[in-house]
């Protein structure tokens, strides 16, 4: 699986353990970065993840910052991105069964290593479920086209 990875400056450390045990699963990995510990900004990583989620040019994203709440806030901006912040197996586990989640934000504060590290692999290998939950996931997709197509476009004058 092609996978995007980033973090912001507190998610650094994390980052690098999180990409080694991809690469150890067979992945592919797509490292967006920070490759440092100066301060950024996490919208700007953020979108880059979910920028290629979003266009299809990765499968899934993971991002690391404090809390994960940021990350997940920017992720979500992006059409066709499904981002939430995960805190233990069970919700690692959910988010894909129910809501077929493609980028898991994680608190480089909050979480320990072997947490994160077994939330990834349940995060990976647990399937979606569809039924009833397509159905939900797809009203979701039907909501974010429906907002985007009233969005003008920049070379079209609004209709105000």
């Known amino acids: ?5 980033g973090a ?3 998610g650094f450390s994390i980052r690098n353990k999180v990409v080694e045990l991809l690469k150890r699963l067979g992945h592919e990995v797509l ?3 920070v490759f440092g510990e100066d301060p950024v900004d996490y919208p700007d990583i953020a979108a880059a993840v979910a920028r290629l989620v979003s266009d299809g040019q990765v499968e899934r994203g993971i991002l ?6 940021g990350m997940c806030i920017a992720a979500n901006k992006f059409p066709n991105v499904r981002a939430a912040p995960c805190h233990d197996d069970l919700t690692a586990e959910m988010s894909r069964r129910h809501n077929d989640l493609n980028v898991l934000c994680l608190s ?3 979480l320990g290593e072997r ?3 077994r939330m990834i692999e349940i995060w990976l290998n647990t399937p979606f479920e569809g039924g009833r939950h397509a159905r939900r996931v797809d009203k979701i997709a039907r909501l974010e086209r429906e907002y985007l197509a009233q969005i ?3 070379n079209e004058p609004s209709q105000s």
């Open 31 to 33: 490292d967006m970065g």
């Open 152 to 154: 003008p476009k920049d």
């Open 8 to 10: 912001d400056h507190r």
């Open 64 to 69: 690391i910052c404090g809390t994960g709440l």
């Open 1 to 5: 699986m092609r996978i995007a990875v």
């Open 108 to 110: 480089a504060d909050m």
């Open 115 to 117: 947490l994160i590290d």
